[in-house]
């Protein structure tokens, strides 16, 4: 997909399709998804792999 660096965050952010934007997006504490997600702080939740075991029940 591309490195982990912003620029690369960004242009796969411009692929996703707008209705997901919505969406609550869940990703682990890496500093580029905090940045990149900053102007939807309610909608941007930081996790952990096992955490995310719980969610599926």
Do not use: I, N
Not at 6 to 30: G, H, I, N
Request: net charge positive; with cysteine; glycine share 8%.
């Amino acid at each position: 997909m591309g490195g982990r660096d912003l620029k690369s965050a960004q242009l796969l952010w411009e692929q996703v399709p707008v209705v997901w934007k919505e969406c609550l997006v869940f990703t682990d504490a890496y500093p580029v998804y905090e940045r990149l997600l900053a102007h939807m702080p309610l909608q941007h939740c930081v996790g952990t792999k096992s955490w995310g075991l719980h969610l599926r029940g």
